[in-house]
T-cell receptor
Framework: GAGVSQSPSNKVTEKGKDVELRCDPI?????LYWYRQSLGQGLEFLIY????????KSGLPSDRFSAERTGGSVSTLTIQRTQQEDSAVYLC????????????FGSGTQLSVL | AQRVTQPEKLLSVFKGAPVELKCNYS??????LFWYVQYSRQRLQLLLR??SRESIKGFTADLNKGETSFHLKKPFAQEEDSAMYYC????????????FGQGTILTVHP
């Protein structure tokens, strides 16, 4: 494919609503990562997938955040009961393997919680 | 836990001038260090990594373990170098879980 694809590119939601963000990694990439880019916080790691399993979820900020990956490909990041502090750019990245491999980033989803 | 510090949020230079973007880190083991760049309306992309010891677009960075630094340098800045630059650290034998600095916005004036 052309690269890591994320949708939607922009999402505006009301406080308290649930949102789903989608990531379609480069074909054949087994490792997938979610990061969050927010003003004043820089880039923060959220979760790492190897295949369909998530051996590292340590960056998820609260239990309102969850993610899954199916078929070793597409991943969905779900935020329940959104809060204003969830507003950020959510970036997905993938790599061919997990060790010592270059990360390829998507263009991100800009989430705005009103 | 590891930490990456980029002390300058904004850096402005004129075209043709040397530029240095500072990065300091704290980590008890042997890290792998990276510079990522995000040009306007483009995706975040890898610029260079210390293990490759390469020069990309005229930029170089040397890992100084004594000073725990990985500063990015270019002797003659170009307008197209204007971008957001992130320094990032990965534990040496880990998967791609990166710890990023806060980023430095570089502006190169004509």
């Amino acid at each position: 494919g052309a690269g890591v694809s994320q949708s939607p590119s922009n999402k505006v939601t009301e406080k308290g609503k649930d949102v789903e963000l989608r990531c379609d990694p480069i074909s054949g990439h087994t490792a997938l990562y979610w990061y969050r880019q927010s003003l004043g916080q820089g880039l923060e790691f959220l979760i790492y997938f190897q295949g369909n399993s998530a051996p590292d979820k340590s960056g998820l900020p609260s239990d309102r955040f969850s993610a899954e990956r199916t078929g070793g490909s597409v991943s969905t990041l779900t935020i329940q009961r959104t809060q204003q502090e969830d507003s950020a750019v959510y970036l997905c990245a993938s790599s061919f393997r997990d060790f010592n491999e270059k990360l390829f980033f998507g263009s991100g989803t800009q989430l705005s919680v009103l | 836990a590891q930490r990456v510090t980029q002390p300058e949020k904004l850096l402005s230079v004129f075209k043709g001038a040397p530029v240095e973007l500072k990065c300091n880190y704290s980590y008890s083991g042997s890290p792998e260090l990276f510079w990522y760049v995000q040009y306007s309306r483009q995706r975040l992309q890898l610029l260079l990594r210390h293990i490759s010891r390469e020069s990309i677009k005229g930029f170089t960075a040397d890992l100084n373990k004594g000073e725990t630094s990985f500063h990015l340098k270019k002797p003659f800045a170009q307008e197209e170098d204007s971008a957001m630059y992130y320094c990032a650290l990965k534990p040496g034998t880990s998967y791609g879980k990166l710890t990023f600095g806060q980023g430095t916005i570089l502006t190169v004036h004509p």
